[in-house]
């Protein structure tokens, strides 16, 4: 399902003001003449012909986040041409689990018709592990038979689709994204409800990073604050962290995950409890698919599930860790540069400069983990600055 935008209007960018910019001719206000004069930095968006003036802040001042993704729509957001998974409440689990698979991640769907009502429902990667989770713990092959409507109503317990309209300010967005802890939100047009595009925290921070690039003067710089100095994320050993060790099984890898809503699990050696690897959802669903090949019958996934440990599982591609003493923009531009890492892991060395295990990367031998760090997690520090 595609969504063409209008051509005429471009991405809003910070410009500090200068007086020739004030009495330019070629612009139009959208906000209060003199809050544009009596701020340092204006938010113009280019049109064909001329800059529409759609915001401005002070410098230093915590409102410039706010300001700046107030200025930006979720329509701004969305992607020119977007491709959206559409299911229909009728359609067999094991076919929608196999049908959300195929599709490079991350993967997302709408069921369509999942209640009475006519509301719709979500089918995520998440909900792929819970089928498959269930179907193992009660093992019934007959489950993927059933249709997603009985998925949403017995196994969902009737979860609804938390979405936006076009119209939403990405502020608002983000706010939503930290206060539901959800990876997707669809968004809908405000006058026809039709299906435009899904969003992810991703696209904020994308949009907060060319804000930090424009040279402004914020507060607070998430150039110069690390990781460390704030503890942003979550922060603590394997206590306070979802941790999985390298020779359990897949089964136990989809148990964690389900138990514990988390996107990522990272891998720690038997002996010495040092970082090995990450593994995350999609990964897992990949090789799982991969080792079945055509052959996708349940008792073989039942099976392949049990004695498969998380060990043959493991990326060894993408960077997953970060010190300390890493920048927040750095740590942005990192997860924004690869849109399949939704969380890094915050490691130290160890007193052991190599791993035990063959199975680790160059970049994680010998680290200990302690903490991790997700686009939601970013925003939420974002939202609480400016609060204060």
């Known amino acids: 399902m595609g969504h063409q935008r209008q051509s005429g209007d471009e991405r809003k960018f910070a410009s500090s003001l200068s007086p020739d910019k004030a009495r330019a001719?070629?612009?139009r206000l959208s906000i209060p003449e003199r809050s544009l004069l009596n701020a340092n930095y204006a938010i113009l968006r280019k049109s064909i012909d001329r800059f529409e003036v759609v915001g401005s802040f002070h410098s230093c001042h915590s409102e410039a986040y706010r300001n700046f993704l107030q200025s930006l729509s979720c329509y701004d957001l969305s992607s020119v041409h977007t491709m959206i998974v559409m299911m229909d409440s009728e359609l067999q689990i094991q076919k929608a689990v196999q049908l959300l698979s195929s599709h490079m991640a991350p993967r997302f769907a709408v069921i369509a018709n999942a209640r009475v009502d006519g509301q719709w429902a979500p089918f995520t990667v998440t909900d792929c592990l819970l089928a498959l989770s269930q179907a193992h713990r009660k093992l019934d092959g007959q489950l993927g038979e059933q249709t997603l409507r009985f998925f949403i109503e017995q196994i969902q317990n009737g979860r609804r689709l938390i979405s936006v309209d076009d119209q939403t300010c990405a502020w608002d967005l983000a706010r939503v994204f930290a206060l539901n802890r959800v990876h997707r939100v669809p968004v809908f047009n405000v006058e026809s409800f039709e299906l435009v595009g899904v969003l992810s925290p991703r696209?904020?921070?994308q949009e907060l990073l060319k804000l930090v690039s424009s040279g402004c003067s914020l507060s607070p710089d998430l150039k110069s604050i690390t990781l460390g100095s704030r503890l942003i994320g979550i922060w603590g050993g394997p206590e306070s962290i979802a941790t999985i060790k390298e020779g359990q099984s897949c089964a136990q890898a989809i148990d964690l995950f389900l138990e514990k809503q988390v996107s990522s699990l990272p891998v720690l050696s038997s002996n010495?409890?040092?970082l090995l690897g990450v593994l995350d959802k999609n990964g897992l669903l990949d090789r799982l698919f991969e080792h079945l090949g055509s052959h996708q019958?349940?008792?073989r996934c039942f099976r392949l599930m049990e004695e498969t440990p998380v060990e043959d599982l493991l990326s060894q591609t993408r960077r997953r860790t970060v010190s300390p003493n890493c920048s927040v923009v750095d740590a942005m531009r990192i997860l924004t540069?690869?849109?399949?890492?939704s969380s890094l892991f915050i490691t130290e060395p160890?007193?052991?400069?190599s791993s035990s295990s063959p199975k680790s990367t160059n970049n994680e031998k010998g680290e200990r983990l302690c903490g991790v760090i997700s686009h939601t997690d970013i925003l939420s520090f974002v939202i609480n600055n400016d609060s204060q």
């Open 25 to 27: 001719g070629h612009r």
């Open 203 to 205: 696209q904020i921070t």
């Open 272 to 274: 010495d409890g040092s």
């Open 297 to 299: 019958t349940p008792e």
């Open 337 to 341: 540069e690869d849109n399949l890492i």
């Open 350 to 353: 160890t007193s052991s400069s």
